[in-house]
């Protein structure tokens, strides 16, 4: 990469960790840490927890398909200037009522997509997998540090201390965008941004609606776990400020069964590891959901469960890039992640609702029901094989986009003649050089 790609990934990378680190420090802290409100029950909780979910999910697509017209930098200012609103007023809520509505006004923030669009626009073909791979490795990274460090800060400064952190690093956020990242002309966007276009199609589409499905239940569990978790913790003791001393040997060991899983694929995605990652997340809350108080038990279904979401969050935006047609990755990938927010703001609602009319253990029963259906749902999802997508300026003919076609490695050709585009999905065996010779001749 040369220095203003690194530059950009750096940034980004940063924008991205601090955001999401704000996002994420709730979780494990907020189940309990609410308790001192005076409209406290768990369904507000569950609530709070999971409606930021919600605005995600509903301007994910529009306001990636704003910064099209307006630009990168503009909407995720404007993005980042919401959610640091949102976060402040979520700091001096006294109700969980105006807690809520702060976390639903951080949601509004949706700049996910822009930012990877301004990721795409910002480094060449060749260096943009580098590029994302920073950013991606940038969002584990905040969850597992969030995860450890939210209960010590809110011990130490009270959930209202999270969220003024979580405001004052969103508005340090601004100067980097503004001056950290060089202006770009914005580049053709169909495999990184939504299309309206695309929508309804790839909605419907046979084997993306069960992904999309899927990574709703992913971040539904997920949340779901969050709301109860952390009040089982309490039955054994531990304080919340020491929660991050279960967390921090679960999120390790999890990580080591998700470097076994890897390598058990060797590069590929078998489906019957996708299967296995949701057998363990299944045996997690089946034993959540038995414990008896037994602080062993708890560890063992905590260190199950994130195996098995670390390799199912790690994978399916991959399979929805090996899946999604050429010059529709950006589309499909919209489509996903409005489907992962929403996962999370169901998570919050039907956890809190499950709790305020059962045992708090029922939740955890809820959640093992949760994967059996999803279970089922993958059953129709067929194996792939992984593939990378290129993009290269410029149209051809209908002769030499058979040409494309019939290159060794080439899966499919789109052209798109609105971005000057051709998009390319590929396998190991493709020669850029030969595609851009035929792209040349045109």
Known sequence: MNALEVRAAIALALVYVLRMLGLFMVMPVLAVAAMDYPDYSPMMVGLAIGG?????????????????????????????AVFALGSFIAASADTMVWMIVGRILQGAGAIAGAIMALAADVSRESQRAKVMAIIGIAIGMSFYLAVLVGPVLAEKFGLAGIFWITGILAIACLPLIQWGIPKVTLLASGDTLPQAGQLKRLCFSSQLWRLNVSVMFLHMLITLLFVQLPVTLLHFDMSLESHWMLYAPVLLASIVGLIVMMGVARGRMPKRLLQTALILMGAGFS????????????????????????????????????????????????????????????GGVISGWTVNHWQAETAYTVGTVAVVIWFVLLLGLREVSRVKRIQLKGLTSKDAAAQLQALPGVVEVTQNVKANAIYLKVTGDFDLQQAQIIVAKE
Do not use: C
């Open 52 to 80: 930021y979910g919600l605005t995600q999910a509903a301007l994910q697509i529009p306001m990636g398909m704003m910064s099209d017209r307006w630009g990168r930098k503009p909407v995720i200012l404007l993005g980042l």
């Open 287 to 346: 034993l959540l959901a038995l414990h008896d108080h037994n602080q062993w038990v708890v560890l063992v279904a905590v260190v199950f469960f994130f195996t098995g979401f670390n390799y199912l969050e790690a994978n399916f935006p991959a399979l929805v890039s090996s899946i999604a047609p050429a010059g529709e990755k950006g589309t499909a990938m919209g489509i996903y992640a409005s489907f992962q927010f929403f996962g999370a703001f169901l």
